[in-house]
């Protein structure tokens, strides 16, 4: 079991690598409700040669060429909770292009965790790039300077999963669906398509992931982008509050 978990985790981190083209809304759908603005979204960048950069490293199987280079890397904090290895893993990422289907993220090893700013913040990191088992995709950026370009104020919640690109959002809640005992009780904010009542799926891929949820807001159009706020309870982000967003 935990084999095939720790493949499927590897698969999810590049599968936005073999394609790139978001699922269109359901057209026969109403019109979403207004979206609200009481949410600000993380800033996040757009660079395609960094894009390339990654797929030739984890795609191409290039990265052997670039251990112990000096890697600079300009894009969002995000924090996942392994809980298939027991550890908190850290990532900057962007995306290729606006279409926001294609992301790339570059875990690193920050030298000071403590002195981190808060996730979803723009951040500047700079380490060397190392080959390792402990790294989730073989390689990370360790010893890694960070500093802020564009500050955030996350949520107060315990998983942040806003703050993510799409691919490490799958990644986190594959975690959590798989050891959801290691989750119970802590406070969610996901985003996704509205795919049925109660499921949330991911906002580009058709078959990527789903999860389950509880509210009793009213339920906005399948194929609507949304942000879930709510708190994990036997697998299912529950007491969900819903925004519409058109942020993702």
């Not at 290039?62 to 890397?73: A, P």
Request: aromatic letters at 12%; glycine letters at 6%.
């Amino acid at each position: 079991m935990k084999r095939v978990f720790l493949v499927a985790v590897c698969a999810c981190l590049i599968l936005s690598l073999c394609a790139c083209g978001k699922s269109a809304p359901a057209s026969d759908q109403p019109p979403p409700p207004e979206e609200s603005d009481a949410f600000s979204a993380p800033p996040t960048v757009l660079t395609p040669p960094e894009y390339v950069l990654y797929t030739n490293i984890f795609y191409n199987n290039t990265g052997d060429d670039y251990v112990g280079q000096t890697f600079t890397k300009t894009g969002t904090l995000a924090r996942i909770e392994d809980a298939f290895n027991g550890r908190t893993r850290w990532y900057v990422w962007g995306y290729n292009d606006q279409t926001k289907c294609c992301d790339w993220q570059w875990e690193i090893v920050p030298k000071d965790e403590a002195a981190l700013p808060e996730i979803g913040s723009l951040v500047e990191a700079t380490g060397t790039f190392t080959a390792s088992e402990s790294a989730l995709d073989g390689y990370w950026i360790t010893d890694a300077e960070v500093s802020v370009q564009t500050p955030y104020t996350a949520p107060e919640a315990d998983l942040v999963l806003i703050a993510m690109s799409d691919t490490l959002e799958r990644v986190q809640l594959l975690n959590m669906q798989y050891y959801p005992e290691n989750f119970e009780g802590k406070t969610v904010w996901a985003y996704g398509r509205i795919s049925a009542p109660g499921v949330l799926e991911d906002p580009y891929y058709d078959g990527s992931w789903t999860q389950h949820f509880a509210s009793d807001d009213e339920l906005p159009a399948i194929g609507t982008i949304v942000i879930l706020r709510g708190t994990w309870h036997d697998g299912v982000i529950d007491e969900a509050s819903i925004t519409v967003t058109k942020d993702y």
